[in-house]
C-alpha cells in the first residue's frame, strides 16, 4: 500500500481499476479469456499492453509523456510487470492526485502513480518509474 | 482440475478449484459444488462467475451483461433455477 493515500469509497466488487481509470464504476474490465469481464468488442481479448492501449484511446486517449498535472486534460496510467503485462491502471483527479481501485476493495487517492508499489503493480520499490504508461485526453 | 486466472477470485473458488475432481463412485466434486456457490452468490454478489462457467462448461450471461457483476449474477441464478440447483 501507498505510504501517502486516503481511502474515497466504501469497498465494492462491482467495477475494477481498469474500469476506474476509464471513468467507469458499474462493471469490470479485463480481456479475460473466460469472457466473464466486459471489453469493447473492436479491441482485441488479450492481456497485453497494445490491447490496452487500444481500449483507452477508445475514450479519447493519446500517449502523453508525463504524470504532472495539466489543467484540462485527464491523464491516466497503466502499470506492467517485468513481462509487459497490464496489472493496474489509475487516473489523475482534477486536484492533480491519483484515484485507484483497489481489486474488489475500496478506491483510494494518492500522491503520484509510484506510490503504488511492489510485485503487484510493477513499480519497482525504490521509486524508478518503470513499467508504465500514460495517456491523456482533453476535457471538456 | 487447476486453471488460472488474471481475474480475482474468492479464496473459496481457488480452493474448489484446486480439487482433484476424480470419478468416485459416480460422483463429481465440482458438479457437487454447483449449488453451495450458486446460494453464496444469492446471499453476497463477488466473482464466482469464472468458476461456474470452469464446473458447468455453461454460459447464460448474456454478453450485455458482461462485467456487471448483479447482471450475471441475476443471469447465473436464473440458470440454477432452470436447472433445478436452486429453488
Redesign the interface.
Same mark, same amino acid.
Given at each position: 500500500m501507498p505510504s501517502n493515500y486516503r481511502i474515497t469509497s466504501p469497498e465494492s466488487?462491482?467495477y475494477?481499476c481498469i474500469?476506474w481509470a476509464a471513468g467507469t464504476d458499474?462493471?469490470?474490465?479485463?480481456p479475460?479469456n473466460?469472457?466473464?469481464?466486459?471489453?469493447p468488442a473492436e479491441v482485441p481479448r488479450e492481456?497485453t499492453l497494445a490491447a490496452f492501449i487500444q481500449a483507452y484511446s477508445l475514450k479519447g486517449y493519446v500517449p502523453c509523456d508525463t504524470s504532472d498535472y495539466e489543467n484540462g486534460f485527464e491523464k491516466i496510467v497503466v502499470y506492467t510487470n517485468e513481462h509487459g503485462k497490464p496489472t493496474h491502471a489509475a487516473r489523475q483527479t482534477q486536484a492533480g492526485r491519483w484515484t485507484s481501485k483497489l481489486?474488489?476493495w475500496e478506491d483510494i487517492e494518492h500522491d503520484r502513480p509510484d506510490n503504488l508499489a511492489g510485485r503487484h503493480y510493477g513499480v519497482v520499490v525504490d521509486g524508478r518509474e518503470v513499467d508504465k504508461v500514460l495517456w491523456n485526453r482533453r476535457l471538456g | 482440475m487447476k486453471a488460472y486466472?488474471?481475474?480475482?477470485k474468492a479464496p473459496i473458488v481457488e480452493a474448489i478449484l484446486d480439487i482433484q475432481v476424480e470419478p468416485a463412485e459416480g460422483m463429481n466434486i465440482g458438479a457437487a459444488s454447483i449449488p453451495l456457490i450458486l446460494r453464496e452468490m444469492s446471499i453476497k454478489? @463477488?466473482?464466482w462467475?469464472?468458476a461456474l462457467?470452469?464446473i458447468t462448461n455453461e454460459?447464460p450471461?448474456k454478453p450485455e451483461h458482461? @462485467?456487471?457483476?448483479?447482471e450475471?449474477s441475476r443471469d447465473w441464478l436464473q440458470w440454477g433455477k432452470d436447472r433445478g440447483y436452486i429453488d
Open positions: 466488487p462491482d475494477n474500469a458499474d462493471r469490470w474490465w479485463w479475460d473466460q469472457y466473464t469481464a466486459y471489453w492481456e481489486g474488489n | 486466472t488474471t481475474v480475482p454478489q @463477488g466473482q462467475f469464472w462457467k470452469s454460459d450471461v458482461r @462485467g456487471i457483476v448483479a450475471m
